[in-house]
């Protein structure tokens, strides 16, 4: 027996007899209806469902106003290893650094951005499934996805000097001056001390009235956290103050065009500062983009 959920045309979880591919506390942003479902003869069974109601419902409001959808101009496209499940991006000092996953393949890698070649890199314990990763201080952070532990590496060395716990599921991470902010598949984002591990704050995230669930990778810049919904090819910017959904940034084309596969979703967001650069990639891309956000 196997169950394949769809939005759209786009696979969103898959069940093979009794495992779950996905977790169930992986929920997709899908609950304007289902529209047909089908079970054949030979024990498959596909259900499709609506559109994602969090972009089509949250161009509603905040304060009385839309929430503006923002297209992107591809400014150069750059080789991305298609054999890396990306689950987290950052940019520094020339080079890209790349969380990747899946269980028994999971690493940390340094990566030239021009050609794509992984310069340098750890793998992860096969028990552990790397998600998120960010860079602050002269130390790599990386999450993985169910252990509720965090590695430490050297920056320079990638050698691990520590590790760290959270009580959730880790999906993305990034950081503002002050903390590390880690999404978990819900709308909430949780902001830690990075010298302590302490959990500051909680901040839930919504478009209008609207909780938005499926936070994913992570990136912070200019004063607003960048999120990625899971399984739509939106990124949101986020206010940290009061948690709203400023934009819906639109990357649908370029998702349609780059995703190889059901699981090949958009993931990875980095900024060079320096450089006012903007990288997006996605699970087993073959290509990096360097985009530029079409402000209205
Ligand atoms: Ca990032």
Not at 27 to 38: A, K, M, Q
Not at 100 to 109: A, D, E, N
Not at 123 to 152: C, D, N, V
């Amino acid at each position: 027996m196997s169950v394949d959920l769809f939005s759209g045309r786009k696979l969103g979880m898959i069940w093979r007899g009794q495992t779950l591919r996905r977790p169930a506390t992986r929920v997709l942003p899908l609950t304007i209806g289902v529209i047909g479902v089908w079970l054949s003869g030979c024990g498959t069974a596909q259900v499709a469902i609506a559109k994602p109601s969090v972009p089509a419902r949250s161009a509603s409001a905040i304060a009385g106003t839309q929430i503006p959808v923002l297209s992107v101009n591809v400014i150069k496209t750059f080789p991305h290893d298609p054999k890396a499940f990306t689950q987290g991006l950052e940019y520094y000092g020339g080079f890209l650094y790349e969380s990747t996953s899946l269980k028994g393949k999971s690493s940390l890698r340094k990566v030239d951005i021009d050609t794509g070649r992984v310069l340098q890199s750890v793998a992860l314990s096969p028990e552990y499934f790397g998600e998120g990763l960010t860079i602050l201080r002269g130390k790599i952070y990386q999450l993985t996805w169910l252990s509720k532990t965090g590695f430490i590496y050297d920056l320079q060395t990638f050698r691990k000097s520590g590790e760290f716990h959270y009580e959730s599921e880790g999906w993305g991470l990034t950081h503002d001056e002050h903390s590390l902010i880690l999404s978990d598949g819900t709308n909430q984002l949780q902001f830690f001390d990075p010298a302590t591990f302490q959990l500051q704050r909680r901040l839930e995230v919504y478009a209008g009235q609207e909780a938005v669930v499926n936070l994913n990778e992570l990136e912070y810049i200019h004063g607003r956290i960048y999120a990625y919904i899971w399984h739509s090819a939106r990124l949101a910017p986020i206010d940290p103050h009061n948690g709203q959904v400023l934009a819906w940034i639109d990357l649908e084309k370029i998702s349609s065009k780059e995703q190889r596969e059901p699981e090949g979703v958009l993931n990875g967001i980095a900024y060079d500062r320096k450089g006012d650069r903007l990288f997006i990639t996605g699970k087993d891309w073959a290509d990096l983009l360097q985009i530029k956000i079409e402000e209205k």
